[in-house]
């Protein structure tokens, strides 16, 4: 078998039983039997345990922007592209949990140098969604420039909400890609619109009106 095809192999076991097991319950037998190879052999392809770990986690990662990526509507208005883009990102996760699992769970909750990893493609996607934001500023009649620090919380905060809802999805029997996106969007986007509009809630308002 060619390497290479050896190596995917390899890596499709390991996220299976790091995203199932976790990663200090993994172990390379358990990884090696799922191959159908020896362990020795593993090591000779991938290294340590923690070096096909972080393996694990670029390649999930870079599946996972690459699928957003892909899902976007080039053109497209703001908040369409950013539809599509959810409905990719929430396919991906559902299609890909134990991937998933792998970069929501397990690399944040093992210190370096796997939180770090895991942070690129968060960074990433924070990005992305930032640029949309500033679209659609632009693109709202009569809108208000939103300040930066506004821009930044805002993709922060849309991206940490699709990090948790994709992993309840995840666990919860019936919910479909387009479902989890949509109710982000309710969620998220109606709210941006009143603020593209000008209104902002405080807690002044909130008191003159009830």
């Avoid at 390497?3 to 996220?15: F, G, H, T």
């Avoid at 699928?67 to 703001?78: D, K, L, M, N, Y």
């Avoid at 969007?185 to 593209?196: K, P, R």
Wanted: net charge negative; with cysteine.
């Amino acid at each position: 078998m060619p390497r290479a095809e050896r190596e995917r192999q390899m890596m499709d076991a390991a996220v299976r039983t790091f995203g199932q097991r976790g990663y200090r319950a993994a172990s390379m037998d358990e990884i090696a039997e799922r191959v159908g190879v020896s362990k020795p052999l593993v090591y000779l392809y991938l290294n340590s345990k923690e070096e096909l770990f972080t393996a694990c986690i670029r390649r999930e990662s870079e599946a996972l922007v690459a699928a957003v990526t892909a899902g976007v509507e080039p053109g497209a208005p703001a908040d369409r592209q950013l539809w599509t883009g959810l409905v990719a990102f929430f396919a991906h996760t559902a299609e890909n949990p134990d991937g998933w699992a792998v970069l929501h769970r397990q690399a944040r909750t093992h210190g370096e140098p796997f939180a770090a990893e895991v942070t690129k493609t968060r960074d990433a996607l924070v990005a992305y969604v930032t640029g949309l934001i500033r679209a659609t500023s632009r693109e709202a009649h009569s809108a208000p420039d939103l300040a930066d620090r506004d821009v930044a919380g805002l993709a922060q905060a849309l991206v940490g909400a699709a990090e948790s809802l994709a992993a309840w999805a995840n666990e919860t029997p019936g919910v479909s890609a387009r479902e989890a996106a949509a109710t982000l969007m309710n969620f998220a986007w109606a709210g941006l619109g009143n603020l593209m509009a000008g209104e902002r809630w405080t807690e002044r308002a909130r008191l003159l009106h009830g």
